[in-house]
């Protein structure tokens, strides 16, 4: 089943977390955009929509873009005249933006970029949204992030950014099938904090984000992007290449009002006997996460979480509920625990009852299928259990630190100890 993260064949990398900007800090206003001959400006919406394909990779190289494309045309219809959607598309040709709208039979260009951009940088990023802002005004934005993604884990390719990353961009000279670009790197990805301050520079708090990519539905994530979306949309799981149907997702998620709708939407189509031949039998899991409860779930966790993991003493993951297998296969990724699971496994009965009280206040949505695909066999499975949050976390383990050498990320104990969360949550107070 191809995916949309590292395989054996194909190198894919994520989106992470990296600590965040120093509070109090003032960001930079952004750039405006030049101005487009070519588009003017229209009247103030509801909701703009915009989808952010990432595809100068092996994803694009197996055209799915194509695919989704074909799925956006026949969703169009169910776009209100007061709605706007937009795909910026980045692919084996110069990125563009199309618009979808109602009584098209496609997407018509709107913007060509008439030289190479790395989309993986985050000025492009900055650039779209700004571009987005001023052509297309709303009252609400919702993005869709869509590439390949490996969770909060730290981008092997140190010669773009040296951190955490979303997307793979292997550039004009680079080789789509393989991931890797002309100089023999991993292609380009984005740094969570630079994706986080590319969006802040536009003046844009997003309604949503939605990452149609693997492993991106991390408590890692999400917090790090507090500041810039009101809710943070995706699945802790490896995903299938098809990603999101995006006709069903136009009309019955990506301009609902109740964003819960998206993930519901995701679960319900992933699930269906209807696109069984799309997605097989490997299980879904999503959540949503309402960014504005992540620090106060923050501070009950820095106030209980030292009382049981320190000194380095190594918290006993035995049975908890998993999204991925720790595998050399896998290039010794961690085992992405399911956040409510794992802190069950840590916490007493009565700290964990008062622990999930802010976990469920911050996650508004969740679904987890009984069991799900974790590989690496073709027949692997992980299956929930009842403490499910649909939300993944990481947890320090020694072996992360002896097996450092082998593994493509580096020590990823040390990797977690640069992240916002991990200052925020108390694990700095742990010894860890």
Known sequence: ??????????????LAVTSCTTEGTETPPSTPPTPDTSQKPLDKGRRTVLVYVNAQNSLG???????????????????????????YLDDDEHPRILRFQKGQKGGEIVKRFNEERCSSDPETLREVLNWTRLYFPAEEYGL???????????????????????????????NMATDYDANGNIGAGMDIDDMADAISRTGLKLKYIFFDACLMQCIETSYA???????????????????????????????????????????NDIMSDTYADMYSDYGCATSVVQTDQLDSLALITRELLPQYIEGQNQADMTDVMQYLTYSSRYFYRPEFFDAGSAMR???????????????????????????????PG????????????????FVPQWKYSNNADYCLYGDLNAAFRETAWYAAAGWSATGW
Not at 61 to 87: C, P
């Open 345 to 375: 496994h840590v916490l007493s009965d009565e700290d964990y009852t008062r622990w999930r009280t802010y976990l469920d206040r911050a996650v508004i949505y969740k679904q987890v299928s009984t069991r799900y695909w974790i590989g």
């Open 225 to 267: 992007l507090r500041d810039v979306a009101d809710y943070v949309i995706g699945s802790p799981l490896p995903t299938p290449a098809y990603g999101s149907h995006y006709t069903n997702e136009i009309r019955r998620g990506f301009f609902s009002d109740d964003v819960t709708d998206i993930a519901k939407t995701y679960y």
């Open 61 to 87: 190289y197996q055209r799915f873009q194509d695919l989704d494309s074909l799925e956006m045309a026949k969703g169009a219809d169910y776009i209100d005249d007061n709605d706007r959607y937009l795909v």
């Open 378 to 393: 073709n027949y692997t499975y992980g299956y929930r259990d009842n403490d499910y949050a649909g939300l993944s976390m």
């Open 1 to 14: 089943m191809f995916t949309r993260y590292l395989t054996l064949l194909t190198l894919c990398l994520g």
């Open 144 to 174: 869709v992030l869509w590439s390949h993604a490996d969770g909060w884990l730290p981008s092997p390719n140190k010669d773009y950014r040296t951190s955490r990353s979303f997307g793979i961009d292997v550039g004009d000279d680079g």
